[in-house]
Nanobody, 124 residues
């Protein structure tokens, strides 16, 4: 059974850091591009970052560029999202998704498998 499980969310103060993990089971991530998306209450799901499986190319939304870093560890079948200098506007449910192609995608409809999400709350 194909499954993605996110972890690492929580409550953090502005300026703090969190590292989200996306662990895959039932398939290997080697040939899948992985994306991180987030959805805040009352807002549409937006793409945050993604990483290809072919050459490790990455993409970041302007809102997180310079603060977030995506990485993958194929040996652990896991993708990470390191989030630094967090702001209240980063508060959202964060989802990881897998795309059945090595190439990156920035739209949610380009992804085939989704995790259940993990809540990130940035507040003092």
């Amino acid at each position: 059974q194909v499954q993605l499980v996110e972890s690492g969310g929580g409550l953090v103060q502005p300026g703090g850091s969190l590292r989200l993990s996306c662990a895959a089971s039932g398939f290997t991530l080697d040939n899948f591009a992985i994306g991180w998306f987030r959805q805040a209450p009352g807002k549409e799901r937006e793409g945050v970052s993604c990483i290809s499986s072919s050459d490790g190319s990455t993409y970041y939304a302007d809102s997180v560029k310079g603060r977030f870093t995506i990485s993958r560890d194929n040996a652990k079948n896991t993708v990470y999202l390191q989030m630094n200098s967090l702001k209240p506007e980063d508060t959202a449910v964060y989802y990881c998704a897998a795309r059945s192609t090595p190439a990156m995608g920035v739209r949610a409809d380009e992804y085939d498998y989704w995790g259940q999400g993990t809540q990130v709350t940035v507040s003092s």
